[in-house]
């Protein structure tokens, strides 16, 4: 059960794990789950945070989970809603994929994307990407002005989602350019970027 009831937290760091943080509110200190990936950007004890929560309760007990961005609180909670994904394990998810990253791997439909997160196989990725087509519309640029052809091409080649939004952001995606010569382009962009 989603609810709204915390929505924002804003205090100072009192204790910072691999995944959560206690955070100092006005006399009292809420411990928050939180992506480790967003652990390095927390900086240390002490400092100012704000963070967009979700608070879920669930068989009695109730944990709040919080985010730098809101489009990360937004991606947790459509995961959540997935049957077989829990929020520890949608955390875990957010942990490795950011929203952009896992929404580019959905709609590239890239099961090895999420089969390096603890916890998720074949089957499930397959069921992630089959329940999150068309949900995980940020505002990002995401493939939707790609063509699919050009970006399978170049995941057959062995190139992650991550290389593929660097290789194909500024090449001419234009009808009258034909797929090798996109292709051409998409890996000289990725030998650009390597030096």
Do not use: C, H
């Not at 009831?5 to 804003?10: C, E, F």
């Amino acid at each position: 059960m989603v609810t709204s009831l915390i929505s924002m937290i804003r205090g100072n760091i009192e204790n910072i794990g691999d995944e959560w943080l206690d955070l100092a509110v006005g006399g009292l200190v809420f411990r928050v789950a939180i992506p480790s990936s967003n652990i390095s950007q927390l900086a240390q004890k002490g400092n100012k945070v704000e963070l967009f929560t979700s608070l879920q309760i669930r068989e009695g007990s109730m944990s709040l989970f919080g985010f730098l961005t809101e489009d990360e609180r937004r991606t947790f909670e459509i995961l959540i809603n997935i049957n077989g994904i829990g929020p520890k394990m949608a955390l875990n998810l957010l942990s490795i994929l950011s929203p952009d990253s896992l929404s580019s791997a959905v709609n590239l439909g890239d099961i090895d994307a999420f089969t390096v997160v603890p916890g998720v196989g074949k089957k499930m990725a397959s069921r992630i990407i089959l329940e999150l087509k068309g949900k995980l519309d940020l505002s990002n640029e995401i493939y939707d002005y790609q063509s699919d052809e050009l970006a399978n091409a170049l995941i057959s080649l062995g190139y992650t989602t991550t290389e593929i939004r660097k290789a194909i952001l500024n090449i001419d995606n234009s009808d009258t350019i034909t797929l090798e010569d996109k292709i051409r382009s998409a890996l000289n962009n990725l030998s650009s970027t390597d030096n």
